[in-house]
């Protein structure tokens, strides 16, 4: 191979002339033959050759004596087709495009969940996802299953606060959402050693988008409950990993690429959370992997010189009381779960627990009266406090109305509060999943019908303001939005041309217009 010497010319590097080395024409090989007035063996010169002067040892290509074959520059042959043409070679190919790619893996994906383990679609994926894939089928993932929510907004907080990670949010949205982070193109999270998402922040629009599938604060996000996700496999392989679109094992899951890296305790080096970006193709750059895991190795410094600072152990943590919630979406006889028991409670009884959930502060009796009864009829309503009062004292004590006014000495979680907070955090496709149907659905009380109107409306505005086609197919499938022409048109314009869904729609939409 002839290399170019910048500033030096061919005469100064061979030592001969720049014109006579540049009518030579490679055509097929050098052979050694005959030694130069110093005795060293000199490239024969043949009719291929044109141009090198046979007794100039200055012009000659020397060679080593051991193999004369050596000499032969075989990378400067061009092989040939019939008619002429170079034949390109396999290095010389173009590389396969992501989306060649994705379509590539999507398909392995697809036959390994067929059973077909052996299929040589799976050479076209990195072994890394093979096994997390593989791991995944073990743990019976399921492949379009949304993510638990193991936290829920109480006891977020309360986690969150005592958590290692929350002392270094401020340093994690510096180096990843510097500026404004709202319009940032990518949503960071940082979770705990188990997978659980304790904080979701970023660009709004994506936000609202990956809230779709569950990816939302207080969701586990572990391997072995979603599958194949970058959170979620770094903590299982304890390293950095970047999963592309149709790696994930999940289909929810595969619009979108992520990069994350374990985080470990500075001193005992165990696992104590993940950070993770997600977005498009920008967030599993080369670079966006040098940077989570130069921001983890940032954390733990930061960490380490906090502890230096306080000198001193941290108080020791109080375990949180047992949750009580109120199960009050699609039943008329509500169920009260508490410390492990489940109570069915009667149709007044459940009216008056949800009022007195939801009012927090207290009503009077004139007040509760009106809402249960509709009039003032506090004569009534008082015998049916003390029958209340006797069901919940022997399981749930702590939740036996006090008077004047009647209120619950501790808080009552509502499964409609659960949707509402899902909403808050983007997590429609959970929220929805989690709306078992309207409040107390035969309660006619005034009170439950304004609460049973009041996350109607919550549920829809929310769906229809932000939520994806998907989620709006799903939703109009309900009973609430089965007939609601605005949930209807707004599928068919969010829908594709070409999609069959739209036929169906259309009729939906003629039969209520002709109605």
């Given amino acids: 191979m002839v290399r170019r010497f910048a500033g030096a010319g061919v005469d100064g590097v061979f030592g001969g002339s720049g014109t006579v080395l540049n009518r030579v024409r490679w055509r097929a090989g050098v052979s050694a033959r005959g030694r130069g007035p110093s005795g060293r063996r000199r490239a024969a010169v043949g009719p291929e050759c044109e141009g090198f002067d046979d007794d100039s040892g200055s012009q000659g290509v020397t060679v080593p004596p051991s193999r004369e074959s050596d000499a032969r ?88 606060r005592a958590h290692p990670l929350a002392g270094v949010m401020d340093m994690v949205r510096a180096l990843l959402l510097p500026g404004t982070a709202e319009e940032s193109g990518v949503v960071v999270a940082v979770g705990d050693a188990a997978g659980r998402l304790l904080w979701v922040e970023g660009d709004r629009h994506i936000r609202a988008l990956t809230g779709d599938m569950g990816f939302v604060a207080g969701a586990n996000w572990a391997e072995d409950a979603v599958g194949t996700s970058a959170p979620g496999t770094a903590l299982t392989l304890d390293q950095s990993v970047q999963i592309r679109g149709a790696e994930h094992f999940n289909r929810l899951v595969q619009p979108w690429s992520c990069t994350a890296a374990p985080v470990h305790d500075p ?71 508490v410390g492990g028991e489940t109570l069915e409670l009667s149709a007044r009884h459940a ?139 707004l599928c068919l314009a969010m829908l594709p041309a070409r999609s069959p869904k739209r036929a169906g729609l259309v009729a939906r939409l003629e039969r209520l217009d002709s109605a």
Avoid: F
Avoid at 79 to 95: K, N
Avoid at 138 to 160: I, N, Q
Avoid at 278 to 291: D, I, N, R
């Fill in 267 to 337: 001193e005992s080096r165990r696992l104590i959370g993940v950070i993770d970006v997600t977005g498009g193709p920008e967030a599993v750059t080369p670079q966006a992997q040098l940077l989570v895991d130069a921001t983890a190795r940032a954390i733990e410094s930061e960490i380490l010189v906090a502890r230096l600072r306080a000198q001193q152990a941290p108080p020791p943590k109080r375990s949180a009381p047992s949750r009580a919630l109120l199960r009050i979406l699609g039943r008329d006889r509500a169920m009260l779960e």
């Fill in 73 to 160: 520059p075989r990378l400067a042959k061009t092989t040939v087709t019939a008619d002429g043409s170079p034949v390109p070679s396999p290095w010389s190919r173009p590389p396969i495009s992501p989306e060649t790619s994705g379509l590539l893996i999507a398909r392995a994906h697809e036959e390994l969940l067929a059973g077909n383990e052996e299929d040589r679609r799976l050479n076209d994926v990195r072994p890394l996802v093979q096994e997390s894939w593989r791991r995944s089928l073990a743990s019976l993932v399921g492949p379009e299953g949304l993510p638990s929510l193991d936290l829920a907004s109480d006891e977020l907080e309360a986690y969150r």
């Fill in 351 to 489: 009216e008056i627990l949800l009022l007195l959930a939801v009012h927090r502060e207290g009503l009077s009796a004139e007040a509760l009266s009106e809402a249960v009864y509709g009039h003032a009829a506090v004569e009534t309503l008082r015998p049916e406090m003390v029958r209340l009062r006797r069901v919940l004292a022997p399981v749930a004590p702590r939740l036996v109305p006090a008077s004047r006014p009647y209120r619950l000495p501790d808080a009552l979680e509502t499964d409609a509060q659960h949707v509402l907070s899902l909403l808050d955090r983007g997590a429609h496709r959970v929220a929805l999943a989690a709306y078992a149907g309207p409040v107390l659905p035969e309660s006619d009380a005034p009170g439950v019908v304004e609460a049973r109107e009041s996350v109607r409306s919550a549920l829809r505005e929310a769906l229809l303001a932000e939520a994806g086609v998907d989620v709006l197919l799903a939703y109009a499938e309900t009973a609430d939005a089965r007939d609601d022409e605005d949930v209807l048109r």
